[in-house]
C-alpha cells in the first residue's frame, strides 16, 4: 500500500494590527489527526505558514501531543509556556526561510518527522520572533501535512 499524505489547514484569528517579538500569534488552535488506513502509523511531514500580509518574520510553531491547560494563550501578549506544559511540547519549529511572492508569502519546513497518533486532537501556537503588523484578521494559516504509513 502506498503512503497517503492528508493537508490540514487551521487559520487562527489574529489580531489586525502589530505584534511585539515573542508574541503569541492567534491563540490556541486545536486539529484533529484523522483516523488511520489499516492500522497504519502517521507522522507530520510538513508544516507551511502562509502570509497574506507577506510580513516574512521569522516564527515558531509550538504543537502540543495534549491541551497545555496550565497554560492562558492570548493573541498579540508575549507566549509565556507553564512550566507544567513543557513536556506536552513534540514540535517546536522554527520557521526562517520565506517564500515572498507579490503581496503574500510562505514559511516551511518540509522535511519533519514528527509521529503523530491517528484519531487523536494536538494543539499548536504560533509565536512569532519579529515585529509583523498583519491587515487582516485572517492573514494567516497553518497547514500541515499528514502522512499515513505502513512502516514498522
Known amino acids: 500500500m ?3 499524505f492528508i493537508k490540514k489547514i487551521v487559520t487562527p484569528t489574529i489580531t489586525a ?4 517579538s515573542g ?4 491563540g490556541k488552535m486545536t ?3 484523522p483516523p488511520s488506513v489499516n492500522g497504519g502509523r502517521a507522522q ?8 497574506k500580509a507577506k510580513q516574512q518574520v521569522d516564527t515558531d510553531i509550538v504543537i502540543f501531543d495534549s491541551d497545555p491547560t496550565s497554560t492562558t494563550f492570548t493573541d498579540n501578549v508575549e507566549m509565556d509556556i507553564d512550566d507544567s506544559d513543557l513536556d506536552k511540547i513534540i514540535l517546536n519549529e522554527d520557521l526562517r526561510t520565506h517564500n515572498p511572492y507579490k503581496d503574500n508569502g510562505i514559511s ?3 522535511s519533519l518527522q514528527t509521529a503523530v497518533e491517528p ?3 494536538y494543539f499548536a501556537t504560533i509565536v512569532t520572533r519579529g515585529t509583523p503588523t498583519y491587515a487582516s484578521t485572517s492573514d494567516l494559516s497553518v497547514v500541515i501535512i499528514i502522512e499515513y504509513y505502513n512502516g514498522q
Open 108 to 110: 516551511q519546513n518540509l
Open 23 to 26: 508574541d503569541n500569534v492567534g
Open 17 to 20: 494590527g502589530a505584534y511585539s
Open 31 to 33: 486539529f484533529q489527526i
Open 119 to 121: 484519531n487523536t486532537s
Open 2 to 4: 502506498k503512503n497517503l
Open 44 to 51: 507530520i511531514r510538513s508544516v507551511t505558514l502562509t502570509d
